[in-house]
């Protein structure tokens, strides 16, 4: 790059600066503020609209990772079909409702992109050979947040015990005792046990 | 009227000399109350598979200490079906096996002998290759004194039954039944004793260390008989005997279970109670009062 170049670009910072810091003598204040409030909304807007989008099952299963493996699991379990017509959805129990904890899992997330472009797990046996881990990255999650996406659903106080089985009222009963969370019994409830989880994965 | 006294009392003496000497059953066992307990099929659930985590999920409360019966006494049924079609714990189903069946046991005392009685009705025949030619139907008792065998006072006769033992999979045919640290002198065993329909015999034996089918002392007789396709088998059994026996006392209560070799079977391919507590005129399950 030559010199001259150099000069020229500083110089375009320079007036690009002094526009943005000079008061408007065009626009009065109202319209500035109202084109900020308008221009803000549709981006915001825009952002969440996308954030949303991405927050869907279509959308989770529009690779085939998820769609052949573990999406294809889960149809049979009873998050999927019950007698209820309730359903369950990739996003409801694998990212947070509110918003922090949703952005924090959103970015987290974005290194699976990644992932998919190298072709981590893009064939059955890349998935089971990398599974065990897959899963014990979810269980830690759901464990450290009190098995919160769980939660908002379910809670041990609204269960009624007179309707669970006798070996499920027992369980809950211990779990209410121990102060356990659902994570912890609950390791294969929509998606089937990965091949060689240990004694310490149920602990 | 002086001789008819006499002879009274010659009767009344006699007839509690003879009640002293020659311990009956009870002469009416529709006076006992009977309990109905579900044998169900067990498939292949050795203690190894009990107490493992990722296989089964009631593994975490049986380290807290409860019993089966807490959690599977109203599914017994249900486990037995599941397991006996094959989708569960069983590697080779049997077509037709009966998934579990209901039996009453009663069970009574008088201060000498213990009376026990089971009476279940016959389940249809599987059809398959008779595996014991001579026994269409055994059945066997285990009591167990004071929780020394591990799972004995959670499971009853599971803490028997182990992986690797003869007619699991892959298990030896010399190898039997056996408890964790088995030891007659450490009163570690279970008293087993078991009647066998065609041989019409009855073995007194225990479980230690290995399971032995002599030697016990505390058995006196057991009998059995099918009567419109209902089984009834009585046995008589001594509060106590010899090494290899469970000595009963009054007042206390012992860790009991059962299982029936119902269509010929052998080894694992029988029905199963889970552990119940029989009290001697205390507190159980099932209670053996004095007569």
Known sequence: MAPQDGDNNQREVGRLRALLGRPSTRFSLGSLLLAGIALGIILWGGFNTAMEATN?????????????????????????SNRTGVRATCP???????????????VQASKELWGKLIG????????????LELARNEWKRMKGSDSRECRNCHSLDSMNADAQKQRARKQHEMAREEKMTCIDCHKGIAHRKPEGMTEEDEE | MKNAIA?????????????????????????????EV????????PVEWITKGTEHGGARVLRRGETCIGCHSEEADSMGTLIASGKKIEPNPIPGKAPFIKAKVQAAHDGEHLYLRFSWTQPAASGA?????????????????????????QGGCWGSCHAGVRTMPGGADDKTKYVKDGSLDAGVFYDLNQWRSGENAVFDGYIADKRVMEGG?????????????????????????????????????????????????????????????????????IVAKKL
């Open chain 1, 56 to 80: 869907t099952e279509t959308f989770c299963i529009s690779c085939h990772e998820m769609h052949d493996n573990v999406y294809q699991e889960y149809k049979k379990t009873i998050h999927y």
């Open chain 1, 92 to 106: 409801d129990c694998h990212v947070p409702k509110d918003w922090t904890h949703k952005m924090i899992r959103k």
């Open chain 1, 120 to 131: 981590t797990i893009d064939t059955p046996e890349k998935f089971e050979a990398k599974r």
């Open chain 2, 7 to 35: 002879m009274s009392a010659i009767g009344l003496v006699a007839a509690l000399g003879s009640g002293a000497a020659f311990a009956a059953a009870p002469a009416d066992w529709s006076k006992v109350p009977a309990v």
């Open chain 2, 38 to 45: 579900t044998l169900l099929y067990p498939g292949v659930s």
């Open chain 2, 129 to 153: 290759a008779k595996m014991d030619a001579k026994n269409a139907v055994k059945l066997a008792y285990m009591l167990e004194d004071g929780d020394k065998v591990e799972l004995a006072g």
């Open chain 2, 217 to 285: 002392q505390a058995l006196v007789k057991a009998v059995g008989a099918q009567k419109d396709g209902v089984w009834t088998v009585e046995f008589t059994r001594r509060l106590s005997g010899g090494k290899g026996d469970v000595t009963l006392a009054p007042g206390k209560a012992y860790n009991f279970g059962f299982a029936i070799h119902d269509d010929s079977s052998v080894g694992r391919y029988h029905h199963v109670s889970l552990g119940y507590k029989l009290g001697i005129d205390a507190e159980g399950d």
